[in-house]
């Protein structure tokens, strides 16, 4: 069964705590991608990557963090730097430039 | 700077309705404009994607037409159902980049 699954469904943090945000795929996408999605606003891209070993930054990196060291997965850290954490985060993969393929989300909220 | 701008936030129409959904960027260098379907606390599923050489995109009932001259697109939905109920998203993919641009939506509500 090929798609992309994101875990956990949903995420609690404290202040001052780092997370990791899950993302997998089986579609044997190059191309993986986190975006940000706050009430009634479009996506926004945090990270993306092209190739394993390889990622760039999006229009709010600052505070998170990404790796990439193998082709199935693209997990997210959501830093203490990150002053406003509490959003749904979705992660995507596609062929390069290509038709995107979202995975179910994970929605974060800061106690 | 590409902006992605969809018209209207929010619509309602009754059951059986014909209706169009706009989406309308700044920039004309496209390389592809993809529309999305998300129901609440879900992620986005993908509806049609149009490349830049194409005019248009039709998969059941949904049609979806692209003009990059005048920086528009639209998505058209036939017999329109109480499960169409939705927030439609559309994004662009910007020539020569990578990073994707999405609106923010259009919220449709159809009542049985």
């Known amino acids: 069964d090929g798609g992309i699954t994101q875990s956990p469904k949903y995420l609690f943090r404290k202040e001052g705590q780092n997370v990791t945000l899950s993302c997998e795929q089986n579609?044997?996408?190059?191309?993986m991608y986190w975006y940000r999605q706050d009430p009634g606003q479009g996506l926004r891209l945090i990270y993306y990557?092209?190739?394993?070993?390889?990622?760039q930054k999006g229009d709010i990196a600052e505070g998170y963090s990404v790796s990439r060291e193998k082709k199935e997965s693209f997990p997210l850290t959501v830093t203490s730097a990150q002053k406003n954490p509490t959003a749904f985060y979705l992660c995507?993969?596609?062929?390069?430039?290509?038709?995107?393929?979202f995975g179910p989300g994970t929605r974060l909220t800061v106690l | 700077k590409q902006e992605v701008t969809q018209i209207p936030a929010a619509l309602s129409v009754p059951e059986g309705e014909n209706l169009v959904l706009n989406c309308s960027f700044t920039?004309?260098?496209?390389?592809?404009l993809q529309w999305f379907r998300q129901d609440p606390g879900k992620g986005l599923t993908s509806l049609l994607l149009?490349?830049?050489?194409?005019r248009e995109q039709t998969s059941g009932r949904l049609n979806a037409s692209l003009d990059k001259s005048s920086g528009r697109s639209t998505l058209y939905i036939a017999a329109s159902q109480p499960g169409d109920s939705a927030t439609y998203l559309c994004?662009?993919?910007?020539?020569?980049?990578?990073?994707?641009?999405f609106g923010a939506g259009t919220r449709l509500f159809v009542k049985a």
């Open positions: 995507a993969s596609s062929i390069i430039n290509n038709e995107q393929f």
């Open positions: 579609l044997n996408h190059d191309a």
């Open positions: 990557s092209q190739i394993v070993n390889d990622f």
């Open positions: 920039d004309s260098a496209i390389y592809n």
């Open positions: 149009i490349q830049s050489s194409q």
């Open positions: 994004a662009v993919i910007n020539t020569g980049g990578f990073k994707t641009i």
